[in-house]
T-cell receptor, first 112, second 121 residues
Framework: AQSVSQHNHHVILSEAASLELGCNYSYGGTVNLFWYVQYPGQHLQLLLKYFSGDPLVKGIKGFEAEFIKSKFSFNLRKPSVQWSDTAEYFCAVNGGYQKVTFGTGTKLQVIP | GAVVSQHPSWVICKSGTSVKIECRSLDFQATTMFWYRQFPKQSLMLMATSNEGSKATYEQGVEKDKFLINHASLTLSTLTVTSAHPEDSSFYIC?????????????????FGAGSRLTVL
């Protein structure tokens, strides 16, 4: 079975600070990895995805994530956060079957 | 881009009644739709996978007779919570996968609806 673990439940940062949200997954085979974001009052949106190739993937709004196979990790990063990045971030994995499994989410609060 | 519309966005019902939630893909055909349930401060829990023209596949622990799923067309899936009770109160979210993705690398990208908040009194 596949599973996803997000280490931080609530992160508070000041604007311009750097961000890294941890995500580890468990699955024995080839995986597809995702980060979704849910802004206040809005629905889930795809931030970025990894299927294959370059393990460093870039998404929208300056976010990037690095797939490290040996560590079963797919951490999300952004060099300098903005107040508008305040949202909840979900890491997700799809391990070959149709279903996508989500982590518990990390609430990011950016203080102006 | 792909848009999924979910209706109603919130509903309040009395215990024992049934509630239907609709999930529509507006500008694409979705062979597969997924229904998730989200509890406060918890992750999204997959309830079932809905395939157009066939029976839904339910996750372990999800009652098939309580959560009826119908995927009658390539653009519509419905979730009916039958004989709802207060413990069924939750946030239900649907998502869809674009049929055009097929089996290529983008196949597992999901588009989400806005969710439906169900409160059972």
């Amino acid at each position: 079975a596949q599973s996803v673990s997000q280490h931080n439940h609530h992160v508070i940062l000041s604007e311009a600070a750097s961000l890294e949200l941890g995500c580890n997954y468990s699955y024995g085979g080839t995986v597809n990895l995702f980060w979704y974001v849910q802004y206040p009052g809005q629905h889930l949106q795809l931030l970025l995805k990894y299927f294959s190739g370059d393990p460093l993937v870039k998404g929208i709004k300056g976010f990037e994530a690095e797939f490290i196979k040996s560590k079963f990790s797919f951490n999300l990063r952004k060099p300098s956060v903005q107040w508008s990045d305040t949202a909840e971030y979900f890491c997700a994995v799809n391990g070959g079957y149709q279903k996508v499994t989500f982590g518990t989410g990390t609430k990011l609060q950016v203080i102006p | 881009g792909a848009v999924v519309s979910q209706h109603p966005s919130w509903v309040i019902c009395k215990s024992g009644t049934s509630v239907k939630i609709e999930c529509r893909s507006l500008d694409f055909q979705a062979t597969t739709m997924f229904w998730y349930r989200q509890f406060p401060k918890q992750s999204l829990m997959l309830m079932a996978t809905s395939n157009e023209g066939s029976k839904a596949t339910y996750e372990q622990g999800v009652e098939k007779d309580k959560f009826l799923i119908n995927h009658a067309s390539l653009t519509l899936s419905t979730l009916t919570v039958t004989s709802a009770h207060p413990e069924d109160s939750s946030f239900y979210i649907c998502s869809a996968r674009d049929r055009a993705s097929g089996s290529v690398s983008g196949a597992n990208v999901l588009t989400f609806g806005a969710g439906s908040r169900l409160t059972v009194l």
